[in-house]
């Protein structure tokens, strides 16, 4: 069966990174990865109206950020069947709860010491899901990042090198 | 250009022409029918005004009126003739017109804003010119109306027309005079111009983007063979500076023969890599004149060629140091194939490496791959002394060499050819550095497709 999986994400190709230490230390089970943003949504009528999700994940992935997408895919076909992204719209605890029920995710996935970049409007996903109890379903797992000067490093070359064990051939 | 113009200036001609016959075919129409129409109206009066002069109804003068509205400053007239046709009396007829009337029939003519309808009548062995004349209202004010309306309309459809072309030239002409006019100011010695795209739309747009991609093909071309010999000298210095060395060292004392043994190995490896790199040079030199301009590309892994180039390095210089990151290997090893030609591409990728493990203090370089969808990633990175700033936008200029290298060896050959290679391949080379903390070369290149 295939597990669906919330990853916090703020779609730059540094938060790639808690996807690959995600997949790396998981099992051979099957993901299907949701990236997900938080943008707070104001209350005008334009707004609620003419807000579109997919435009607004549009306008914040670049160009590296898909790549590192089609990398990871390449990297880990067997293993990750999709990778798309959502958003949520709202800080409001039902909301999320109903948002994670809907989507139906068997997984969380909580980043330790990872700082995601602010755009006007965003927060911080990973707050508002450390504030819900969860009992059970969806499971959390916390991933820990291992290399906190790559946090300053917002490019694909922060996929390589993140371990020294990695270098396979000298 | 100019004959762009002259169909313009044609266009408008025949659409005013149109507008102008158009006006005047609807006024000459309108007149037509307005005179038509008005001499029945005048006919039927005067056979009434016949009837009652001549059929003795003169008492009834107005008895007609009760039926038919009296025409705008209607007046009648009766003209008496002998048998020669001669004017024996008349009531209030003005001679002046006389030779306009006809004397043996009937007759409609104009006079001024004043229409005529005459006729000869027999009665009683006399002759008589019956006639009415009366103004044409319709014709001195609505079809006069009508006229300034026309005008009018002519003047703002001919104004309509103007700006419309104006318009026409500043949307359409201009954007192609100004693709004109950058493409004029690039020449052999500034190929690295280009077109700016984003200021064109729609099809010109892809005119621009196609034009960008042709001089991307004729400069790489250009400069590839205009650095032939540069190339060529810097890139068989190396294994012969190689070669010189060790037999030099081999010959400064007599020594056993296993050295002896092991110095020829040395010397044959250099020359096998030099055979390798004039093999490279001479399918470099071809670039251009293969048929159809394309060199023969065939499928190679990408993979295969990375750890060739270290080798190639490392073969060069004992104490350069090469990591390699093959964690973001693709599953399926399709997406490891490039279209293109191994020893160009292995030259390209060695010269980078090179570079890295020069510049590096510890003489380490990284070299990282990874596949996406369409193309394939390669990083090669160090923790040199960066490039400055300023210094980045003239890294791909041939001997060009950064200002803080001049203690390093070099001649500013090796990127240029590289990222000339590169272009070949239809891929990209770009060079992102920090001054102090290293540089990273991004070289992508599109995956081959069988289809």
């Not at chain 2, 001669?86 to 030779?99: A, M, P, Q």
């Not at chain 2, 804003?113 to 008589?128: A, D, E, H, P, R």
Request: proline fraction near 3%.
């Amino acid at each position: 069966m295939i597990q669906r999986v919330l990853i916090p994400s703020d779609f730059t190709v540094n938060s790639l990174r808690i996807v690959l230490e995600y997949i790396e230390n998981s099992g051979d089970q099957q993901v299907e990865m949701v990236l997900v943003s938080g943008y707070k949504l104001d209350s005008s009528i334009g707004m609620l109206l003419g807000f579109s999700t997919a435009d607004h994940i549009a306008d914040l992935q670049d160009e590296d950020f898909l790549k590192g997408c089609e990398m990871i895919k390449s990297r880990f076909k067997d293993k990750v069947v999709e990778i798309y992204g959502d958003c949520m719209v709202s800080k409001n605890s039902r909301y999320v709860r109903n948002y994670i029920k809907g989507a139906k995710f068997s997984q969380i996935v909580l980043p330790e010491a990872f700082e995601f970049t602010h755009t006007p409007n965003s927060f911080d996903v990973v707050e508002v899901l450390q504030t819900l109890p969860f009992s059970g379903v969806p499971e959390v797992v916390t991933v820990q990042m291992q290399d906190a000067n790559l946090q300053e490093h917002d490019g694909l070359d922060s996929f390589f090198f993140r371990k020294n064990w990695r270098f396979s051939y000298e | 250009m100019g004959n762009y113009n002259r169909t313009l200036y044609a266009l408008i001609a025949i659409l005013v022409i149109y507008t102008v016959s158009f006006v005047a075919f609807i006024m000459y129409s309108i007149t037509n029918f307005a005179f038509s129409d008005f001499y029945k109206r005048l006919d039927f009066r005067r056979n009434l005004a016949s009837e009652r002069m001549l059929n003795g109804k003169a008492d009834e003068p107005n008895w007609s009126l009760n039926y038919l509205e009296e025409l705008h400053n209607q007046r009648e007239f009766i003209v008496e003739l002998d048998e020669r046709l001669h004017v024996v009396r008349d009531s209030g007829f003005d001679k002046s017109l006389w030779e306009r009337v006809n004397k043996k029939g009937e007759t409609n003519f104009k006079e001024g804003n004043t229409f005529y309808s005459t006729k000869l009548y027999q009665q009683q062995g006399k002759s008589y010119i019956v006639g009415v004349s009366a103004e044409n209202y319709f014709y001195t004010h609505h079809l006069r109306y009508l006229q300034n309306l026309l005008l009018i309309a002519l003047v703002l459809g001919l104004l309509f027309v103007t700006v419309v072309s104006l318009l026409v030239k500043r949307s359409f002409i201009r954007p192609i005079t100004g693709l004109i006019d950058e493409v004029k100011k690039i020449g052999s010695e500034n190929l690295y111009l280009r077109l700016s795209e984003d200021k064109y739309t729609g099809v010109l747009k892809k005119l621009a983007n196609t034009f960008n991609r042709m001089l991307n093909r004729v400069e790489t071309s250009f400069e590839t063979q205009k650095n032939f010999i540069s190339n060529a000298s810097h890139e068989l210095n190396t294994p012969l500076t190689s070669i010189i060395g060790i037999a030099d060292l081999t010959l400064s004392k007599d020594r056993a023969v296993d050295e002896y043994k092991s110095a020829m190995q040395k010397i044959i490896d250099a020359a096998e890599n030099l055979e390798k790199k004039t093999n490279a040079l001479l399918l470099l030199a071809r670039t251009g004149y293969e048929k159809g301009n394309k060199l023969n590309f065939k499928p190679v892994r990408i993979d295969q060629i990375v750890m060739d180039a270290e080798m190639s390095v490392k073969a060069i210089n004992e104490r350069f140091h090469i990591k390699t990151d093959f964690s973001m290997l693709p599953e399926d090893s399709m997406k490891l194939k490039v279209n293109g030609l191994g020893p160009l591409l292995q030259l390209a990728i060695s010269n980078v490496v090179s570079n890295a493990c020069k510049y590096s203090p510890d003489h380490t370089a990284y070299v990282a791959l990874g596949a996406f969808e369409n193309g394939i990633l390669i990083l090669v990175r160090d923790e040199g002394i960066g490039i400055p700033e300023s210094d980045l936008s003239h890294i791909y200029d041939p001997y060009f060499r950064a200002s803080n290298a001049q203690h390093f060896s070099g001649y500013g050959i090796g990127l240029p050819l590289a990222r000339n290679i590169i272009k070949m391949h239809e891929g990209t080379l770009s060079v992102s550095s920090v001054l102090g903390k290293g540089t990273t070369v991004r070289i992508e290149l599109p995956t081959f497709t069988p289809f």
